[in-house]
């Protein structure tokens, strides 16, 4: 199985509908898009990459309970915004 397959399979079973070259998650307001090499930015090919390494994100509920417990041991008020903003953008609460 060639590697673009694998990654399709991979991201069918997460939930990921493939739309033309997008792929979208009914949960998500973002995309994934595998662009055509060479990448560029308008005319210009990119020459110069730095791999940062694989992403590790919070989900929603661990984002509000860190927000929540900076605002309750640091009074830190913006915290408290970030924890209401996370919330009101989530559908299914």
């Known amino acids: 199985m060639k590697i673009v397959q694998k990654i399709k399979s991979a991201l069918k079973e997460l939930g990921f509908v493939q739309k033309g070259r997008y792929f979208y998650h009914p949960d998500s307001a973002f995309f ?5 090499p060479p990448v560029s930015v308008g ?6 990459y730095n791999y940062l390494g694989a992403i590790t ?37």
Request: charged fraction near 30%; hydrophobic fraction near 35%.
């Open 57 to 93: 994100l919070l989900s929603p509920t661990d984002c509000v309970k860190d927000r929540l417990a900076s605002f309750y041991y640091w009074n830190d008020r913006q915290a408290l915004e970030q924890a209401t903003m996370v919330c009101k953008e989530q559908k299914n609460v």
């Open 32 to 36: 994934i898009e595998f662009v055509t």
């Open 43 to 48: 005319k210009e090919t990119i020459k110069n």
